[in-house]
């Protein structure tokens, strides 16, 4: 399993009033299972269930606010 690091100043703002994080198929890979995890105050780490979409060859998270986390997945 590999992860990528993200910070709340990385989402941006969408048309949706929802804050996204984009990832390419490359970077994260084709039918990768893919599990998000936001950090606590304490520096542990909670599973959440984000809004994970596809669109051509990108890969969008969705969340209501911004925050600091991880995405894992397999590739």
Known sequence: MLNKNFTKAEFVLNNENQYQLEYSIEEIGQGSNLTIERKK???EF???QAI??????RIFIKWS???DGRLIFEN
């Not at 994970?52 to 060859?57: A, G, P």
């Open 46 to 48: 909670e599973t959440i």
């Open 65 to 67: 606010e911004p925050f």
């Open 41 to 43: 105050e304490n520096g």
């Open 52 to 57: 994970i979409t596809r669109l051509n060859d």
